[in-house]
């Protein structure tokens, strides 16, 4: 029986031998080993974390952007019609006035044309008055004084415009 001592003495001291083992270890290297890769797990959850809100971040920063470019486009073209709109009042500004100045320019040459119609029927009168004033005296052959020969040429002319 002393072989069964030994082998139960032998079978404890490997039990404890493995129990202190398992204890070394786990203090030494399970719980240090644990402990970095639960960190590790952590850390990967962060990271995993962080680029999901950096996800959102970028697609409410791509509506946003969205959103101002379709703004600056509206303000564009609010701009462009704006600038449009002024463009045609300016253009039609310009176009009433040259017609004003076109009516002006004809108004003031009819006045003209109407002012020496006037001036050369009034100096036709008195070319032709001094004509007939002419034959007259050739025909009479004789002098009437000068206010009666006068008087009597514009009383015939007269007569003739009337008529």
């Known amino acids: 029986m002393e072989l069964n001592n030994e082998f139960f003495v032998t079978l404890g001291i490997t039990v404890l031998n493995i129990v202190v083992l398992f204890v070394v ?4 290297l399970f719980k240090p ?44 073209q609010k701009v462009i ?17 040259a017609k004003a100045e076109a ?19 009034t100096s036709m009168k008195e070319e032709l008055a001094e004509l007939v ?3 007259s005296e050739k025909v009479l052959k004789k002098n009437i004084d000068d206010d009666t020969n006068r008087k009597l040429i514009s009383e015939f002319i007269n007569e003739k415009s009337v008529s």
């Open 81 to 97: 019609e704006m600038y449009r709109g002024m463009a045609e009042k300016e253009y039609n500004g310009i176009i009433d006035s």
């Open 103 to 121: 009516d002006q320019i004809i108004e003031n040459a009819k006045t003209e044309l109407k002012v020496e119609k006037e001036q050369l029927i």
């Open 33 to 76: 080993v644990t402990k970095h890769i639960d960190n590790r797990n952590k850390k990967i959850e962060d990271a995993l974390k962080a680029a999901e809100e950096s996800q959102k971040m970028v697609r409410q920063m791509k509506v946003e952007y969205d959103e101002k470019i379709k703004e600056a486009k509206e303000e564009g």
């Open 25 to 28: 270890l786990r203090l030494l």
């Open 133 to 135: 004033f002419a034959a």
